[in-house]
């Protein structure tokens, strides 16, 4: 199989406070994990991938100071949304893609509100 | 610029009654076409890799093919619980990133 987890799967949370999700891949090793942010209706919007050990590339007009992401091990990868803003609210979803292997499995996604 | 379109945009079809969802795509260099299906506040749910023109793949009442400008997805005698949104995603030789198409939404009624 290729089980990718995401926690939480709601976090509601105050504005100016920092919220981190992460996202695990359990039954393989994942050297390439994605993030991404979907809004109501609309498709998945790539914000940024991330290789084990190295700094995240960041899509055009996304924020690498507000959305902070880690991938410390070959089945780890987070991210934290910096002082959150009402604005911010939206479903976060992760992937993870298999070593050696070019298909990407998500996880259950994040439904993030910010008060 | 690489990109992906999905037809139609939402489908209603009644139990049973077959049809095709296409994605459209213009990209440098495929090295995969990819179908999901994903279910409200759910992540996308992995169906098929397309790895080059005239490859077809099935999973029970899903048939997915690839030519070098589309792929389909054929869905057979289809029931409610196929109702979902698909999306279409490719991926390039040279990034790693993958593009999403911006989805076909199906609904099956009984």
């Known amino acids: 199989g290729a089980v990718v987890s995401q926690h939480p799967s709601r976090v509601i949370c105050k504005s100016g406070t920092s919220v981190k999700i992460e996202c695990r891949s359990l039954d393989f090793q994942a050297t390439t994990m994605f993030w991404y942010r979907q809004f109501p209706k609309q498709s998945l919007m790539l914000m940024a991938t991330s290789n084990e050990g190295s700094k995240a590339t960041y899509e055009q007009g996304v924020e690498k100071d507000k959305f902070l992401i880690n991938h410390a091990s070959l089945t780890l990868s987070t991210l934290t949304v910096t002082s959150a803003h009402p604005e911010d609210s939206s479903f976060y979803i992760c992937?993870?893609?298999?070593?050696?292997?070019?298909?990407?499995?998500f996880g259950q996604g994040t439904r993030l509100t910010v008060v | 610029e690489d990109q992906v379109t999905q037809s139609p945009e939402a489908l209603r079809l009644q139990e049973g009654e077959s049809s095709s969802l296409n994605c459209s795509y213009t990209?440098?260099?495929?090295?995969?076409l990819f179908w999901y299906r994903q279910d409200p506040g759910k992540g996308p749910e992995f169906l098929f890799t397309l790895y080059s023109a005239g490859e077809e793949k099935e999973k029970e009442r899903l048939k997915a093919t690839l030519t070098k400008k589309e792929s389909f997805l054929h869905i057979t005698a289809p029931k409610p619980e196929d109702s979902a949104t698909y999306l279409c995603?490719?991926?390039?030789?040279?990034?790693?990133?993958?593009?999403f198409g911006s989805g076909t939404r199906l609904s099956i009624r009984p």
């Open positions: 990209v440098s260099g495929l090295r995969g």
């Open positions: 995603a490719v991926r390039h030789s040279s990034a790693s990133k993958i593009i």
């Open positions: 992937s993870a893609e298999k070593t050696g292997i070019f298909e990407a499995f």
